[in-house]
């Protein structure tokens, strides 16, 4: 029967205390007990008075926080294990607890049963053995007379677990270290005494200084400590090692030695990545194969047996020689595939030829990708092979059927002139290959203008439910495919090499902001939150490309949103470095989705490859965002990256160096600009569109704005109405019959009267091909868009055309958004609790009636604290409520709430103070209304 656990809980939170009670019943049922204190002044008492297994303490209580919580009971129960609770934001300080003598920390607000249970048996054994071994130290110290007998015991249970014990003379500054401890540290046992500055010079540099303050620590307050540091020996091998150390005091109090253990955890936390790596590597059906640092085998999976008929024991310890007859393979220390991996750490493709265990020759194409250490250094290599046998049979049949072309073609000159014939032809398919793309995109296009354009305006007239559900879906559709239509002629500008990049000015926080705003409603639709933020120091005035940025930043948040089915979505611009001329931003695109596989991130941003065959299906695109993304940010200069877990989300980040706005009297250029958007009325405009439908629609989108619209079906019919009228602009079609639109404007420009040739002109074009822009200004246009048109977008380019300088024609106002408002959103998100619960409703009423009872009680008691600026109760009261409004999901306050803490904490902001509590008592407020209706439905 196993001992009964007496834990001791140190909480003053009852919804925290009550979920680690419910955590602690499931797993020990009635094995454990569970003594409650709700400040350190109870906790302390509840010490001096009984004995316990293992104290679990939350850091921040009434009467102490922090590190000072953990030192006071760290002092009254050192012999006690010690699990300790954070906030969120304060993971260092669980870190450093460990450091002075915590068993383990646990993050409050994500703490798991499992994680909880693992955690308390670990620090009660780990515990044990500890003082096991002191104890042992102690009796071999004691016992002169067996202490040749039990160093010998000692000695080998120290080689069995890698552990060294040694000896720290404070007074004569020498080290006496047992025969493992001298291993350990690659030396060779000697009976002589070493100093303490000898081997503290084996400790790792980076370490080095901690090693020192901890020992100093010890020495000082007499408390025990553990730690973990590395070494670096003689052969510049790197070893973890974890440490413990104990004071030794003589009789007048004062300390005389430190006595410790050193063990050796480089094997473990090497296998622990090894079991990693092979779980990844089990679920590939291409062969796999992991090596260490040399190129030898450790690991093969299932797939590799496969392919090629040999099990691990065969080939481990191996280069793998054995696939090629003996020749050196590419994981072959001599090779250049193996030294490109290792020195310059960077993965390497090739093909090669192979042979199976029962002498059948295949070929694979082969990827290393190096593993890197947190050192920076190569830990180990992966090897993916795919079979391509089937494939290369292919390629000689084409070399052969090549081969017996060309001496077909030899015996005459007739076939001769047919090669050159069609090598000519294929030369002007290439130069055609542009132009067919423009009238691809035209052509298609130029229906889809009037699918956007009048579902866009469907929407905002009276439709019965079923015939908003046909219209949003038409929407949809269309602008799914606009997307696909986009990228490909992007991918087809970067494959041609015609993209440039404007170096403009620009606001960071209006790029941003568009971003978001654009997003937002589609983020609100999957019940998503989406946020931003821009380092402060970053400055807002930037010289670049905007368009190019909007669209890299486009794509990364539409994909997160399109991933992400439950949580959030964060933008965040950080800043890597800085010069008095330019800065270099690290943008970066969080969220918390579907994640993407480990075997799969090599290859996320290659064109027409998506992470999965599912994901296709279920989400569609084409495969060629990320690799658009990609071009678009190295083109400039920049990096792209992502880092992701299955099912806990993404990371896409870039990098890009920009320019500083240098002139302050350009910004009022574009402070000007952001007002074009203001309602202009009677404006005159001659529209050029031979399609009925685009018509039709631009009238009606035109009209709407209260303009003057006439209509000319050719380039002809265009110049003969700007002879015979007064126009404010003229939108221009490319693709007209009789004469296009890059002849009528060139003819309106040098062949009418100045007061005509001047007249404002503006491409409205489906065409959207590489360079298209740069051909409608060489041909004396005034600017571009592109159809299917945004009305915004339209809007504001014609009177950035008509007004440059920002001067009124009839100023009304804003126009206004007729889109219809999404339905309310709840504040609060029983999600999480719902999933801690596994299904029990009585466990969710509990917590709810918690809430509901405690959290009017907290806000009178903060509204107190603000009336009389007592401001620290205020900031642990906001620090205490954070779990709770957690529990319940009211994420649209955490922010806020953890702004209160702060501002309150450290006395700054107290005027923001007011406005910040007002609107967590607010929505407490609702969240109360929402959670009791929750409780009538659960009964």
Not at 1 to 8: A, E, F, R, T, W
């Amino acid at each position: 029967m196993q001992k009964k656990i007496d834990i001791l809980l140190i909480e003053d939170n009852p919804a925290d205390s009550e979920l680690i009670k419910i955590f602690l019943r499931s797993s020990y049922a009635n094995r454990c007990s569970v003594v409650t204190a709700s400040s350190l002044l109870d906790g302390t008492q509840l010490l001096a008075t009984g004995n316990y297994d293992i104290i679990i303490a939350d850091l921040s209580l009434p009467d102490s926080s922090g590190l000072e919580t953990f030192n006071k009971v760290y002092e009254k129960a050192w012999h006690t294990p010690i699990i300790v609770l954070t906030g969120l934001e304060d993971e260092s300080v669980g870190i450093n607890a460990v450091k002075l003598g915590a068993q383990d920390f646990l993050i409050k607000g994500s703490i798991k049963g499992k994680e909880l249970t693992r955690s308390i048996n670990y620090s009660i054994e780990r515990h044990k053995l500890l003082l096991e071994l002191e104890e042992k130290a102690k009796q071999l110290e004691e016992k002169s007379t067996d202490l040749l007998n039990e160093k010998q015991k000692l000695s080998e249970a120290q080689k069995l677990a890698h552990i060294g014990s040694l000896e720290w003379n404070i007074q004569h500054n020498t080290i006496t270290c047992s025969e493992e401890f001298y291993h350990i540290y690659g030396l060779e046992p000697s009976a002589e005494e070493i100093t303490f500055d000898r081997l503290i010079s084996f400790v790792h540099a980076a370490d080095r200084e901690h090693v020192v303050n901890v020992l100093e620590t010890t020495k000082n307050t007499h408390n025990p400590s553990t730690f973990y540091y590395r070494i670096v020996r003689g052969d510049n091998s790197v070893r973890t090692l974890h440490a413990r150390a104990e004071v030794i005091l003589n009789d007048r109090g004062e300390t005389s030695k430190i006595v410790g253990t050193s063990q050796d955890i480089t094997e473990r936390i090497q296998e622990e990545e090894m079991e990693n790596l092979a779980l990844a590597a089990t679920k590939s059906y291409n062969s796999v194969l992991i090596t260490d640092m040399n190129g030898m085998i450790e690991w093969v999976n299932e797939g590799f047996t496969k392919l090629t008929g040999y099990t691990l024991p065969e080939v481990k310890g191996t280069h793998g020689e054995i696939l090629r007859k003996g020749l050196q393979t590419g994981i072959s220390e001599e090779t250049g595939f193996f030294k490109k991996v290792t020195i310059k750490k960077i993965p390497v493709t090739y093909e090669s030829r192979n042979y199976t265990k029962d002498g059948k020759e295949h070929w694979t194409i082969t990827t290393l990708t190096p593993v890197m250490g947190s050192d920076g250094e190569v830990k180990r290599i992966i090897a993916i092979d795919s079979d391509i046998t089937g494939r290369k049979q292919v390629e000689e049949d084409l070399v052969r059927a090549n081969s017996i072309a060309e001496h077909s073609l030899m015996k005459g000159n007739k076939a001769l002139n047919e090669l050159i014939k069609a090598k000519r032809q294929l030369e002007e398919s290439m130069k055609v290959k542009e132009q067919f793309l423009a009238n691809m995109s035209h052509e298609i296009r130029t229906p889809m203008n009037a699918i956007v354009g009048f579902t866009d305006l469907l929407v905002k007239t009276t439709l019965s439910k079923d015939q908003k559900q046909y219209i949003d879906a038409i929407k949809i559709s269309g602008e799914n495919l606009l997307v696909i239509i986009n990228d490909i002629l992007d991918f087809s500008k970067m494959q041609a090499g015609k993209i440039s990049f404007e170096k403009v000015e620009f606001k960071l926080s209006q790029i941003i902001s568009i971003i978001t705003e654009l997003m937002l409603q589609k983020s609100i639709e999957k019940h998503t939150t989406l946020s931003a933020s821009i380092d402060k120091n970053i400055p807002d005035m930037l010289i670049g490309d905007p368009t190019r940025l909007t669209q890299i930043l486009l794509n990364l948040t539409g994909n997160a949103v399109k991933f992400t089915n439950q949580g959030e979505i964060k933008i965040v611009v950080e800043s890597i470095s800085e010069t008095k001329e330019d800065v270099e931003l690290k943008f970066s695109v969080i969220d918390t989705g579907i994640g993407i596989a480990s075997d799969k991130l090599s290859f996320i941003f290659d064109a027409f490859t998506q992470a999965s065959n599912d994901t296709t299906r279920k989400y569609g695109g084409t495969g060629l965002g990320l690799a658009i993304v990609k071009q678009l940010v190295e083109l400039q200069g920049g990096h792209v990256a992502a880092t992701s877990k299955v099912n806990n989300g993404s990371t896409f980040y870039f990098t890009l160096r920009l320019k500083k706005n240098l002139n302050p009297r350009n910004n009022e250029k574009i402070s000007k600009d952001d007002h074009v958007t203001q309602n202009v009325e009677g404006l005159n405009v001659l529209l050029v569109e031979d399609n009925v439908l685009n018509q039709v629609l631009a009238k009606k989108v035109l009209t709407d704005w209260k303009w003057n619209v006439d209509v000319a079906e050719n380039g002809l019919i265009a110049i003969d109405k700007v002879q015979k009228n007064d126009f404010d602009i003229v939108l221009m079609d490319i693709q007209l019959p009789e004469m296009d639109g890059y002849e009528a404007t060139k003819y309106i420009r040098h062949n009418l009267k100045p007061e005509k040739a001047t007249v404002p002109i503006m491409a409205m074009t489906a065409h959207a091909i590489s360079s298209e822009e740069e051909k409608c200004i060489s041909a004396g246009m005034n600017g571009y868009i592109s159809k299917p048109f945004n009305q915004k977008n339209l809007y504001t380019k014609i009177l950035s055309i008509v007004q440059p300088n920002g001067h009124d024609k009839h100023v009304i106002n804003e126009p206004q958004n007729d889109e219809p408002m999404s339905e309310q959103k709840k504040h609060t998100d029983l999600s999480y609790l719902k999933q801690l619960s596994n299904g029990d409703n009585k466990f969710i009423h509990e917590m709810l009636k918690l809430f509901i009872d405690q959290t009017p009680d907290v806000l009178n008691r903060m509204s107190g604290y603000i009336e009389s600026k007592d401001w620290k109760p205020l900031g642990s009261a906001a620090h205490k409520m954070k779990p709770s409004v957690m529990f319940v999901g009211l994420k649209e306050i955490e922010t806020d709430l953890r702004n209160l803490e702060d501002y309150a904490t450290e006395g700054k902001n107290i005027e923001q103070i007011p406005g910040i509590f007002n609107k967590i008592k607010d929505t407490c407020n609702i969240a109360i209304v929402e959670l009791k209706e929750e409780q009538a439905i659960l009964g």
